[in-house]
T-cell receptor, first 114, second 114 residues
Framework: GDSVTQMEGPVTLSEEAFLTINCTYT??????LFWYVQYPGEGLQLLLK?????DKGSNKGFEATYRKETTSFHLEKGSVQVSDSAVYFC?????????????FGKGTSLLVTP | DAGVTQSPTHLIKTRGQQVTLRCSPK?????VSWYQQALGQGPQFIFQ???????QRGNFPDRFSGHQFPNYSSELNVNALLLGDSALYLC?????????????FGSGTRLTVV
């Protein structure tokens, strides 16, 4: 079945460090890929998305490129801030006539220290 | 513009009881999905409603049921509660254009079963 695997956390970085969170997927069809972020006590927010191979999603300094050959969608940011501390979820959706369920990874907790 | 609203925010129930959770989707959204998020895990898809019908269902027992009303709002019902049903229940809505525009999530209902 469709699934997402993302790197285990927690990840602890100093402010202005480079961030990479790995995400790989398995899908039977042609999925759309997403990164969602969850701040403490809140619901999930869409961070970025890519709907086809080689697409690059970007938002708020975060980027991820849909790599079909490696079935990956790694999240990167060049310089993290304390305010980026949150849990990050990689997810996929295989559009079908029966619906648009999201399959999530287990999440990666990021803590950025001053 | 109000996003997805869920009620109640917190709930404590006794094992064996029944619970109803409520969700109002974002304005302009017609598809509602429900997810269960156990502590430290990624959200798991329960089901999705569109045009007042269950369109897709995840791997959850029949104790979990739902409903969508003509105004697109939705309810999640769980019967015969088990301790393992304790989780954050998230409602998410989609616009008419579909999943590639990204789900909008509510802040969730924290259900504790004792």
């Amino acid at each position: 079945g469709d699934s997402v695997t993302q790197m285990e956390g927690p990840v602890t970085l100093s402010e202005e460090a480079f961030l990479t969170i790995n995400c790989t997927y398995t899908a039977t069809g042609y999925p759309s890929l997403f990164w969602y972020v969850q701040y403490p006590g809140e619901g999930l927010q869409l961070l970025l998305k890519a709907t086809k191979a080689d697409d690059k999603g970007s938002n708020k300094g975060f980027e991820a490129t849909y790599r079909k050959e490696t079935t990956s969608f790694h999240l990167e940011k060049g310089s993290v801030q304390v305010s980026d501390s949150a849990v990050y979820f990689c997810a996929l959706s295989v559009n079908s006539n029966s619906g648009y369920a999201l399959n999530f990874g287990k999440g990666t907790s990021l803590l950025v220290t001053p | 513009d109000a996003g997805v609203t869920q009620s109640p925010t917190h709930l404590i129930k006794t094992r064996g009881q029944q619970v109803t959770l409520r969700c109002s989707p974002k304005s302009g959204h017609d598809t509602v999905s429900w997810y269960q998020q156990a502590l430290g895990q990624g959200p798991q898809f329960i089901f999705q409603y569109y045009e007042e019908e269950e369109r897709q269902r995840g791997n959850f027992p029949d104790r979990f049921s739902g409903h969508q009303f003509p105004n697109y709002s939705s309810e999640l019902n769980v019967n015969a509660l088990l301790l393992g049903d304790s989780a954050l229940y998230l409602c998410a809505s989609l616009p008419l254009e579909g999943v590639n525009y990204g789900y909008t999530f509510g802040s969730g209902t924290r259900l504790t079963v004792v």
